[in-house]
């Protein structure tokens, strides 16, 4: 038999081509699936990003953005443990929290007001909730007629702020809290099979209306159909603006593993068609983190960390906008928590709380007009940094809390809004190494940075100036470490943090 040998080659060519396009597309795998880089460059660069919780639950507005939980709690201890009566008292028995959303009217929101607000204070990725808990989604869904383009507000808020996000040529980010909604509202024992877990309330009599038409809302539907929709509800999104970067909350932990890995293909499949970097986190284990960054939501880590992870914190005084808390973040906490955070290796993100009509509160306003001016002019102490040799040091002691177990990564708290002019916390941009003091020491105008005769001491410097001050600023390297002292007179809004640039040989 005469043997073709071009056309073996030709077929094993085309074989191997197959083969090779195959392969380069995401399987529902995890050993696929973690050929995806969980922190490009772009996100490593940005350091600051912001979101909001805006909702159906901003229209009580107190509680929470877990009020419509804890309102059919009717013996709920501790947080949320007022809601139920006071809710009962002030809306009557039979007012449910479907009842909220005709409420929920939105004749002062504006996308573009609220996207350069975020820009001015330094948000390099800005993000929309796509759905909290509550089952209620935010873009104009076709899989869940529960949404605020068919209800409520008339507003397709994700397709929105992602329009103004990108027309200013920043990353944009959904944020998907709907894992947990499955077991948000109390159930009655059986009535659905659902993960055995200590988040589930099971009640005797269940409140919520088990009319068939509540049944998405209320996830009254069992486990697997439930999973179903939770990824349907994220192709939707992906789909039509394929995000930069996926927010996940902690109940995807309740989702089949079969359906997390079939969202992470589709995302990244998507991605790749796109020629897009993008971004998923985990709270936890749900996804393994050698796909996707970890989140330790409203902490820090012990020291700096090999990889590149994030945390959250709140603008207002809680996730969404409390009516009878009308407070803040000092900005200078936040900007020395945010130099915390990236000397470690972190980005940190910002939540704000806008009210029901869209007005984003004056105290929120006020904070962000604050951490934009430090950053207007020391951005370039925090943004496209990487870890220096040391994060810093100085006397306030940053502890884990033993009581807060939830954060699988620590929890590191205490000490977060105490950080002060003592400490100081580094950067580092190639030959520059940033020495942020955490504000303006009233007491002692010099100070020793006891890395450079540590780990630094090999270390030849060339010049310390001061950003913000033409001061030529005094400096010695010594035994103990380079001395330095402040300029006599302070740099705008050095109260927050004051920056040393120090250039090395």
Known sequence: ????????????????????????????????????????????????????????????????????????????????????????????????????????????????????????????FIGSIAEHHDGFSLWDSKVNEWNSVGMGPGVNMVKEINDETKKRGLKFMATFHHGFNNMFYPKQENTFLRPVSKYSIVQDSVLTPQDEKYRKLYSNMDYDEANDLWLAKLDEVINEFCPDYIWMDFGQRFIKE????????????????????????????????????????????????????????????????????????????AIRMLAEVVSKNGVMLLSAGPMADGTMPEEQIAAMKGIGAWMKLYGEAIY????????GEGTTQLKRDPADTWNEYGAIKQGLNKLNAEDVRYTQKGKIVYAIQLGWNENNATRVLKVFSEKGKHLKIENVTVLGSNERIQWKKTSKGLVVKQPTKKPAEADAALVYKITLQ
């Open 258 to 333: 079969s359906h997390r890995k079939q969202f992470l293909a589709n995302y990244f499949n998507k991605a790749k068609e796109l020629n897009k970097e993008v971004v998923v986190n985990t709270k936890g284990d749900f996804f393994p983190t050698e796909l996707a960054v970890v989140n330790v939501e409203r902490a820090t880590m012990e020291d700096i960390t090999p990889d590149v992870w994030i945390t959250d914190f709140i603008l207002g005084s809680s996730w969404c906008y409390d009516k009878n808390n009308r407070t803040a973040i000092d900005p200078k906490i």
């Open 1 to 124: 038999m005469k043997i073709n040998h071009f056309k073996i080659i030709v077929f094993l060519s085309f074989f191997a081509i197959s083969t090779m396009a195959i392969s380069q597309n995401y399987a529902p795998k995890w050993d696929n699936l973690k050929q995806h880089k969980a922190a490009p460059d772009w996100f490593a660069d940005a350091k600051l990003g912001v979101y909001f919780h805006w909702g159906v639950y901003s229209v009580p507005a107190t509680g929470g953005e877990w009020y419509p939980r804890w309102m059919y709690v009717p013996d709920r201890v501790g947080w949320g443990s007022e809601i139920y009566k006071n809710h009962k008292k002030e809306y009557g028995e039979n007012f449910h929290y479907h009842d909220f959303i005709p409420l929920w009217k939105a004749p002062k929101f504006n996308a573009k007001d609220w996207v350069d607000m975020f820009e001015d204070m330094g948000a390099k």
């Open 384 to 391: 496209s940094t990487r870890p220096f040799i040391s994060f």
